[in-house]
């Protein structure tokens, strides 16, 4: 019987008897397109081959191609976070080895989100019911990275003869790229013995400015404001001020023991990397960041006739960076720190699976969890002691307790169906000024803007989800799923008062947001076997109380905020508001892969996507701001067990549907890619090499002016130009 199982358990499903090349080999085929047709969540699945062939550093920059989901590309390389379905930050969790991958990436787009594809085994992107065992912050969707930093298995088959005996395997992974002068290395180590399981890896990345094909700001920087600003006749091809330097070292490991595991791990990411943009670029702005984090998990399953399984995940996390620039852009002496940010977050979830129950007319599986977490958030700035506009927020403290039940009713081998619910109380303790009026100057008028004053709310979340799968004729699966969450405000939705540099707005929060709701429905149809894989999916979700920046027209500076027209402005910085309004958001994602020609042991063939999203108010039909465009794309490949090559267009169209304050239309572009890979696996070779993988790939080979419409950037950062990636990896 099919269990309710977490993201980390998708299983993929694969053919169950091989095309006739394909048996002939004696190893699968390379990217087969991995279709879910067994989650009552629509899961996109990025296995470690397809990580590694991406011409990416950063977690939304490798999802920024697939259906349904873009990356933020604030900064590209450094910092560029996933955007699901048109949701982003508050609404879309990421999720590493069980538990948040914390930082402060969901704060501001200019942060780096903590988790590194070079060291990652597998990403898989869940949209749906499954999302309710992350919290309602992932109403939109959540972001699920796994890796072997914590071990629930020895590296290898220790000899029957001696199973005492231990073993040991190492992989090094590199990669060189030609638009940003990149290099990258990693090497990761497991070894075990007995019981001990033990895990380490280091990674290194730099890069200089990227290659851009034109000068990127629409608008010149004024010389006079911005004397260090590139100008046109200084662009020298490159995308200034957008060089990044990381680092990222763990170790972890485990105790087996009979029917589980338990583990803990350590990593520290240390992170300096600069803010692209004319006003960054002016002020020589960027960001030195470093995490600590520790995590654990394990797993027992005592064989009882009760429970089948319990599994349990915790982190600590303490993430600090600073944002490092000019007080004074025309003064190089100036330089230092202009904000601070800070979260010491600790998380913990144990979920106890009950073996299945015969029901006289269904088998049910349930399973049940529970998670509680704490966040403190501070972002003071040495700028402006004393204004009650210094630093973006006051302290502020969150926590939350939830419960949650799954329950899986396995009807027949072709039916079954799933209810779900979770329950969760958030406490949030913050202060903020008593008033903020639209416009001010505290120059002229110091008590314009009331005294600080604490605040704190508390909001008890219901959410549900009910879903059924049904298998279909010719290998099709057919999945409903209908949903209702709710999500509480974020601190920074209640609590900031003042500049947000990374999107150039001057944000005034609101304490007295309600609660969001949101009610979808999601239709899709799968088949993961035979020559053709695909999955079409419609949804269609209606928002209560959807959270948004309001941009005003306002224009803002750290003191003052004036209306259009007036004599001081425009000032630096656009006054939003976080507001509340009801919204309605529909799309359609499709993918697939045709095998259509077999050859050399494997196959030629094409593959295509498509997505949509539309989202407006419901109240004056208006757009919600910075959606992703329409994309159609598709290629042709070839692939086997050792060779993969593949040559692909993505289009996107012109995003012309813009909220009617504070956004300009973007224009279509093409991005060409190109790869080619080589996967060789060997047995008993004299050097201990068991795997080789060797691979380049070119990307925006049309060297297209290339504009992110959901980046806050987009006027002034173009993604990079025509670039090649050459990677290899070596396994012992």
Request: charge should be neutral.
């Amino acid at each position: 019987a099919a269990r309710p199982a977490g993201p980390a358990q998708s299983r993929i499903a694969r053919p169950a008897a091989p095309p006739p090349a394909q048996a002939a080999a004696s190893l699968p085929l390379l990217a087969t397109l991995p279709i879910v047709t067994d989650q009552f969540a629509t899961v996109t699945v990025v296995p470690r081959e397809e990580i590694e062939r991406s011409p990416t550093s950063t977690l939304g920059d490798l999802l920024f191609s697939t259906p349904g989901v873009t990356g933020s590309s604030f900064a590209p390389g450094a910092s560029s976070r996933p955007i699901i379905r048109g949701l982003d930050v508050n609404r879309v969790a990421i999720v590493a080895n069980g538990v948040g991958a914390n930082g402060a990436s969901d704060l501001g787009e200019d942060h780096f989100v903590p988790v590194n594809p070079l060291l990652t085994n597998q990403i898989e992107v869940i949209r749906g019911p499954a999302s309710l065992r992350y919290g309602s912050q992932s109403i939109g969707g959540v972001v699920v990275a796994t890796d072997n930093r914590i071990p629930d298995r020895l590296p290898c088959t220790p000899p029957a003869a001696d199973p005492a005996r231990g073993c040991v395997s190492a992989e090094v992974r590199g990669a060189l790229s030609s638009g940003d002068n990149g290099r990258e290395g990693g090497v990761l180590l497991d070894a075990g013995a007995g019981p001990i399981v033990l895990h380490a890896d280091v990674f290194g990345r730099g890069t200089d400015n990227y290659r851009v094909p034109s000068y990127p700001y629409i608008v010149a920087p004024d010389a006079a404001e911005l004397p260090f600003a590139t100008q046109p006749f200084a662009f020298n091809g490159r995308q200034p001020n957008s060089w990044t330097r990381s680092n990222e070292a763990s170790v972890g490991g485990s105790v087996l023991f009979p029917g589980g595991y338990n583990g803990v791990a350590y990593v520290r990411t240390d992170n300096v990397y600069a803010i692209p943009g004319s006003e960054p670029d002016g002020t020589r702005t960027r960001i030195k960041a470093r995490q600590d984090k520790v995590f654990g998990k394990g797993e027992f399953r005592p064989g009882g006739s009760t429970v089948e399984a319990v599994r349990w995940w915790w982190g600590y996390t303490d993430y600090r960076h600073n944002e490092v620039g000019l007080a004074d852009p025309t003064d190089l002496n100036t330089d230092g720190v202009r904000q601070t940010f800070t979260n010491k977050e600790t998380e913990g979830r144990v979920e106890v699976q009950l073996q299945p129950i015969k029901l006289q007319f269904a088998e049910l599986t349930t399973a049940v969890g529970l998670q509680g977490g704490q966040q403190r958030l501070t972002a003071p700035s040495p700028d402006n002691i004393g204004s009650p506009f210094n630093g973006l927020f006051d302290p502020n403290r969150n926590t939350k307790i939830a419960a949650y039940i799954f329950n899986e009713f396995q009807f027949s081998e072709a039916t079954k169906a799933q209810i779900a619910g979770r329950l969760e109380r958030v406490d949030l303790r913050g202060a903020t000024p008593a008033v903020v009026p639209n416009l001010f100057d505290l120059a002229v008028d110091p008590t314009a803007v009331g005294p600080s004053m604490s605040r704190n709310r508390t909001f008890t979340l219901k959410s549900a989800s009910i879903g059924l799968i049904q298998q279909l004729p010719l290998d099709l699966v057919g999945s409903i799923t209908a949903q209702y969450v709710e999500r509480a405000p974020k601190p920074a939705e209640l609590f900031s008062r003042g500049a947000h540099d990374a999107t150039g707005t001057f944000d005034i929060g609101n304490p007295d947001l309600k609660t969001e709701a949101a009610k979808s429905i999601e239709v899709g149809v799968r088949r993961a076997q035979g020559p053709l894989r695909f999955e079409l999916t419609g949804y269609y979700t209606k928002f209560d109380g959807f959270i948004y920046r309001r941009l005003t027209g306002n224009t803002c500076e750290d003191v003052a905020c004036v209306a259009p027209g007036d004599p001081a402005g425009p000032l630096e910085l656009k006054q939003a508001i976080y507001s509340q309004k009801n919204a309605t958001f529909r799309g359609a994602e499709f993918k697939f892969q045709l095998d259509a020609l077999p050859m050399w042991g494997g196959f030629w063939g094409v593959d295509g996507q498509y997505d949509i999203v539309r989202a407006t108010f419901d109240s004056d039909g208006t757009n919600v701001p910075r959606i992703p465009p329409q994309r159609l794309g598709g290629g042709v490949y070839f692939r086997n067990a050792e060779w993969f090559a593949r040559v692909g267009l993505l289009h996107a169209f012109p995003q012309n549907d813009i909220a009617p304050i504070g956004e300009t239309p973007t224009a279509g572009y093409n991005l060409l890619k190109a790869e080619l890979s080589y996967t060789r696996e060997f047995k008993d070779h004299p050097s201990g090499i068991k795997k080789v993988t060797v691979g380049v790939v070119g990307n925006n080979l049309l060297n297209e002016d290339i504009r992110n419409s959901v980046s806050y950037t987009k006027d002034v950062v173009l993604l990079p130009g025509r670039s090649v990636r050459a990677f290899a990896s070596v396994k012992y």
